[in-house]
């Protein structure tokens, strides 16, 4: 089974998180989210890390202002981890640079969209699994007919 596990930094992250979710399981993933700030209570999200790790897994780790979390995560498991943090206005949105600047050895991917966070673990679990890679196909075969109707409404076709 391909699962997504999402753990978000608080409660305040539970809608963002919802839309990964979604996404996820439009893809045929199973999603389950979780709740462990890498500030406040490492060592019970260094348990949800290592509880999921034995199975075929990759995270997506949901924190704003001073992500530690993506950090955190990505540096304690092998498997991939996506962070996909909410945008923040009250900084002018530069708390993203927290996910961003990682030190040495540490290297959680960054993708800002929540739909676009769980296209990236679809294809991730797509390289080895055919029905995924072929749901990723169709999604995007949908994106790419859109954009051409749009553009022969436009001009009247």
Request: hydrophobic share 45%.
């Amino acid at each position: 089974m391909s699962k997504v596990i999402i753990i978000m930094g608080s409660k305040a992250d539970l809608e963002w998180s919802a839309q990964i979710a979604k996404a996820a399981q439009g893809f045929g993933l199973t999603a389950e989210m979780r709740i462990a700030s890498a500030h406040k209570v490492p060592l019970k999200c260094l348990e949800i890390i290592k509880q999921y790790e034995t199975e075929n897994v990759v995270f997506i780790t949901v924190a704003g202002r001073s992500n530690a979390l993506s950090g955190f995560s990505d540096a304690q498991t092998h498997c991939p981890v996506i962070a996909c943090p909410p945008y923040g206005d009250k900084f002018a949105g530069a708390d993203v640079y927290s996910s961003l600047r990682m030190p040495s050895g540490v290297a959680p991917m960054v993708v800002l969209e929540p739909d676009n966070a769980a296209l990236a673990a679809a294809k991730i679990f797509g390289i080895t699994n055919a029905n995924i890679r072929s749901k990723v196909a169709a999604y995007q075969e949908a994106q790419r007919k859109k954009l051409d109707d749009d553009n022969n409404a436009l001009i009247g076709k």
